[in-house]
């Protein structure tokens, strides 16, 4: 009897209860998880999956092949428009910022005084040519007089030297006219050049001086306009070659995010050294600049075409890959599969290249999804054309 109360007291326990709630748990716990769990995804048993990829055809065309180098837009004249005299500024003939032409009047300076000294110049020079008629008559007297020997020698030579010295001074007061004409003219300050006008630097009624440093105004002279830029040492060859043949080479002019085109020109002339520290070399270009799109100290971006490749055999820049046995490509064969083909690559621009070796016109070339390609994979063909 004793031995059944123990079992039963055993069997009663909380301990032995709470064991078996736990492994009734479990076991319900495994089966419902079991139950939610997703079937595996991937491919049928005996299919590979196919890499999605952007393609494009190699294809013949003729291709420009441009050289590509930083700029700055320089004027081809500039100009500080200074008084050649001093005086009262009278008025200011010009508005800022509008183009002039050459000879244009800009400025009038109180031309009073140089009036005056004009006038002085003329009577000096009055006075003495009076006094050289008188003594030209009077050396064509005693020339007679000498004739007849009524007067000595010495009385001859005398006059003859005198009308000499007249002669002379004569010239001086021309020159001294001339000069204070040549002052006088100062007086209306005239554009040089033509071009454009910057800020005025004086205002009327001022006193200006002679070749003061700031001067009037500044005329830059914008139509045509140049750029000067610079192209690395390696493409000078590829620039003087068309030069000696005399062919001209076309330059455009891009803003600074190289995205709109500002101009069109000519390459003008070369520099003629290199830059040791940099290895470039400066070249200039010449622009019509019509419409003012190009202002000067503008920073530009420069593509200059140097030669066109005709019927070259080209895909896009974004085909070729770099491997340890030099450039490749990937090809999408007819039956969907992607062959690696090595290449041998020529010119070169920013969207195309130059494929020399390794693939013919019309066939399919990978450009997007290379990262995940090898070896005869199998693509799938998401987009095409250029």
């Known amino acids: ?175 001294t006219v001339d000069n204070a004409r040549l002052q006088l003219s100062y007086t209306r300050i005239t554009a040089p050049i033509s071009g ?38 390696n493409d000078l060859p590829a620039v003087r070659q068309p030069m000696r043949a005399g062919e001209k080479l076309d330059v455009d002019a891009y803003d600074r995010a190289d995205a709109v085109r500002l101009a069109q020109g000519t390459l003008m002339s070369i520099d003629n050294q290199i830059d040791i520290t940099t290895g470039t070399v400066k070249l200039k270009a010449e622009f019509k600049n019509d419409d003012d799109a190009l202002f000067p100290n503008q920073f530009v971006n420069v593509r200059m075409k140097v030669r066109t490749i005709k019927g070259a055999l080209t895909i896009p820049a974004g085909g070729i890959q770099q491997g340890n046995r030099g450039a490749f490509v990937y090809v999408v064969g007819p039956e969907g599969t992607a062959t690696v083909r090595l290449v041998k690559v020529g010119d070169r621009t920013a969207e195309s290249l130059v494929i020399l070796e390794g693939i013919k016109e019309g066939e399919r070339v990978v450009l997007e999804g290379t990262d995940r390609l090898r070896e005869g994979a199998k693509v799938r063909v998401i987009e095409s054309g250029r």
């Not at 002085?120 to 050289?132: E, P």
């Open 1 to 175: 009897m004793s031995e059944r109360k123990e079992a039963r007291s055993t069997f009663r326990s909380p301990l032995i209860w709470l064991m078996i709630a736990l492994i009734l748990a479990g076991l319900g716990w495994w089966q419902l998880g079991d139950k939610q769990k997703p079937a595996p995804k991937g491919p049928p048993p005996g299919m590979n999956p196919s890499t999605p990829v952007r393609v494009d055809v190699a294809r013949l065309q003729d291709l420009d092949i441009y050289l590509r180098g930083l700029g700055t837009v320089t004027a081809l004249n500039t100009v500080v428009v200074r008084s050649r005299v001093q005086g009262e500024l009278l008025e200011i003939l010009f508005k800022e910022g509008e183009q002039v032409k050459e000879g244009a009047l800009l400025a009038l300076i109180d031309p009073r005084p140089y009036e005056v000294a004009l006038n002085q110049a003329l009577g000096t020079q009055q006075q003495n040519v009076s006094q050289y008629e008188n003594a030209k008559r009077d050396l064509q007297r005693y020339q007679t007089l000498r004739k007849q020997d009524s007067i000595a020698p010495q009385l001859l030579d005398t006059q003859a030297a005198l009308v000499k010295k007249f002669e002379g001074q004569i010239k001086s007061d021309q020159a």
């Open 196 to 233: 454009k006008l910057g800020l005025r630097r004086v205002d009327a009624g001022n006193l200006v001086n002679a070749n003061d440093p700031l001067g009037l105004v500044v005329i830059t002279e914008t139509q045509p306009i140049s750029v000067v830029f610079t192209l690395p040492e």
